[in-house]
């Protein structure tokens, strides 16, 4: 008996690690359905997995609740597999300059949390009950910068992740009872256009002597939206090239 196809749900889609993503799910005939604040690359529409890509502002509560409405009725009865909340924001000063504490804005900290730690919140919330029928998973993209003052990330982007890294703990617990999995992804410097331009300084301090690629990350996304990671709850994989360790 042919199974029905999988289906995930990504934020963030429209490069870097979410395209790498979208690419990654699609081999393995996993049916795609992303949101981004921009259309995604044509070559990246071409991809007969990626079922459904709707332009959402995720940081926009109303746009938000229009996300997830749209992509329920895509669902309509089928049940969901995976969430990858991989959507996030580094505000930078206009010299590229890294904000802090005291010279952050605060309404853009507001605007960080919004997207990078209340988003991933409410989508959970909102399919809950499309993961409960796949006995799902859920991938939080948090970030190396959430557990140890980073060079380049901002104080706003690093606190919000640490939130994620902590909320994924709680959402593991009360998620059980749903028959639903959730887990987190902490990057360290992977080479995608937000990268910092003086990025490759860090080299030294990475146990491996290289930067990471977007398919690294999208590789251990789908290990923990797979059956060979059924036991795998409350857990956050470092994928940084031991960068994490030093």
């Known amino acids: 008996m042919v199974r029905d196809p999988k289906t995930v749900i990504l934020t963030g889609a429209s490069r870097g690690i979410g395209h790498s993503t979208v690419s990654f799910f699609s081999k393995k005939n996993w049916e795609v359905i992303t ?18 890509h709707i332009t959402a502002d995720l940081e926009d509560g109303k746009s938000l609740d229009n ?8 669902l309509a009865e089928k049940p969901l597999h995976a969430l990858v909340n991989n959507a996030g924001w580094s505000p930078k000063s206009p010299t590229q300059e890294r904000l802090g504490c005291l010279n952050g804005d605060l309404e853009a900290w507001r605007r960080v949390f919004e997207l990078n730690f209340f988003a991933p919140l409410k989508l959970a919330r909102g399919f809950a009950a499309s993961l409960r029928k796949g006995n ?22 690093s606190t919000s992740k640490a939130a994620l890294s902590s909320l994924t703990r709680e959402m ?35 146990p491996l002597n290289r930067l990471g690629q977007p398919n690294d990350i ?12 059924t036991y795998i709850t409350g857990t956050e994989i470092f994928v940084t090239g031991g960068q994490h360790i030093l």
């Open 67 to 74: 996300f997830v409405t749209e992509a329920k009725e895509l």
């Open 35 to 52: 949101c981004s604040r921009e259309k995604p690359p044509e070559e990246c529409r071409r991809d007969p997995n990626w079922s459904h």
């Open 172 to 206: 593991a617990n009360e998620f059980a009872d749903l028959g639903v999995r959730v887990n987190s992804v902490a990057p360290g410097e992977i080479e995608t256009a937000m990268l910092s331009p003086d990025t490759e300084v860090l080299i030294p301090r990475i």
């Open 218 to 229: 999208a590789s251990t996304i789908y290990f923990l939206c797979s059956e060979d990671s």
């Open 136 to 157: 799902g998973s859920i991938v939080n993209i948090t970030s190396i910068a959430g557990h140890a003052i980073h060079p380049f990330a901002g104080s706003a982007y």
